[in-house]
């Protein structure tokens, strides 16, 4: 998976354990409990879920996240044509590098990837959308080409900066691979969060990390979002942020919107079990979180969690000329997981609820 903040990597095994001691709705005996991921990101969550046995839908406002979806949850392994796609995969991995917009945009004016690897971007991003065979194919190729890319560049993760000297896997060259795909149906849907909550059928669970501050997604990932878009629109500033990254700005993103935004969707989702994940970096209180919560679905547990922060924090971030920007205030931040339904206290204690 590419690497992203927010991830929640190392969340994963407890999320879907709490998810699966969950009561589910009555159904025929073959049915599969079902779950929604509001704001699946990368679908580490989603992926989870799936593998557990859920049928999910995992839904994200961003171009990448539908393409992510589409390849990891809504494909099935099963039927998916795979001698057909590594054939593919091949013969985009013998495609000679040629200068286009990833090269100008990202290796020339920016640093994030070596020039001969953005040669290589351009060259296969080129030639995904004649050479795939209907949507799910093309996102399963798009999939393959982020995963490369990702491994190739030369950031701490963010694609707002880029590191003061070149990662020693930006040396390596761009290879592209078959990801590792999932067994079972889903679906992916790209829509915002808020609209979607009280349009969908209603689910066994659903799973809700918001955006948590000021910080974009859409800006902090600009060049995926690019890439799968395929659109080479004007960019601005050291980053080389595509120009709509000054308009698009999700209700979350704002201190003033952000409290009115998730409460709507936390009183309109169609869900029997909310669980939702923040921290402590976010613009919400843990007690306000819990008290919404529990207006609504009655009973709500919490689970706290410390971990370290993304890497970025770790060792900071330069600017083109090797400068440090700004001050790492702290290196760890506190998770916190709401549980909210029917008996979720009893339902989640051995997993160190509250």
């Known amino acids: 998976m590419i690497k992203y903040i927010g991830s929640k990597r190392t969340l994963v095994p407890r999320i879907v354990e709490i998810a699966r001691r969950l009561p589910k709705r009555r159904r025929g005996s073959r049915a599969a409990p079902?779950?929604?991921?509001?704001?699946a990101g990368t679908t580490r969550v989603s992926q989870g879920l799936k593998q557990a046995g859920f049928r999910v839908t995992a839904n994200d406002v961003a171009s990448y996240g539908e393409v992510l979806a589409t390849a990891y949850i809504e494909a099935d392994s099963r039927r998916v044509r795979k001698k057909a796609l590594a054939a593919k995969i091949a013969h985009l991995n013998t495609l000679p590098g040629r200068d286009g917009y990833v090269t100008r945009t990202f290796c020339e004016e920016a640093r994030y990837f070596q020039p001969f690897n953005g040669r290589r971007i351009d060259a296969v991003r080129d030639e995904i959308d004649g050479l795939a065979d209907?949507?799910?194919?093309?996102?399963?190729?798009?999939?393959?080409?982020?995963?490369?890319?990702?491994?190739?560049?030369?950031?701490?993760?963010?694609?707002?900066?880029?590191l003061?000297?070149?990662?020693?896997r930006s040396f390596n060259a761009l290879e592209l691979r078959m990801p590792e795909l999932l067994a079972g149906g889903g679906r992916a849907l790209r829509s915002d969060a808020n609209a979607l909550a009280g349009e969908m059928d209603e689910v066994d669970v659903a799973y809700i990390d918001p955006p948590y501050n000021q910080h974009s997604y859409h800006s902090n990932y600009h060049i995926w979002e690019?890439?799968?878009?395929?659109d080479s629109p004007p960019s601005y500033g050291i980053a080389r942020k595509r120009e709509d990254c000054r308009a698009v700005k999700s209700a979350y993103n704002s201190k003033a919107r952000a409290w009115d935004a998730f409460a709507?969707?936390?009183?309109?989702?169609?869900?029997?079990?909310?669980?939702?994940?923040f921290?402590?970096?976010?613009?919400?209180?843990?007690?306000?979180?819990?008290?919404?919560?529990?207006?609504?679905?009655?009973?709500?547990?919490?689970?706290?969690?410390?971990g370290r922060r993304y890497v970025g924090a770790q060792i900071g971030i330069f600017n083109p000329s090797g400068k440090k920007v700004g001050r790492v205030s702290h290196l760890t931040?506190?998770?916190?997981?709401?549980?909210?339904?029917?008996?979720a206290k009893r339902l989640t204690k051995s997993v160190g609820a509250e």
Not at 34 to 39: I, P, Q
């Open 164 to 168: 003061k000297a070149w990662a020693p």
């Open 34 to 39: 079902t779950a929604c991921d509001l704001f």
């Open 264 to 277: 709507h969707l936390i009183r309109n989702v169609r869900a029997r079990h909310l669980i939702v994940s």
């Open 333 to 343: 931040n506190h998770e916190f997981i709401f549980v909210a339904g029917p008996g």
């Open 226 to 230: 690019t890439l799968v878009r395929h």
């Open 134 to 162: 209907g949507r799910v194919e093309r996102a399963i190729l798009l999939t393959s080409l982020l995963e490369a890319a990702d491994r190739v560049d030369s950031t701490t993760g963010l694609q707002m900066a880029y």
């Open 279 to 306: 921290n402590d970096e976010g613009y919400f209180a843990r007690g306000d979180i819990a008290a919404l919560l529990e207006s609504v679905c009655g009973e709500v547990a919490t689970i706290p969690v410390v």
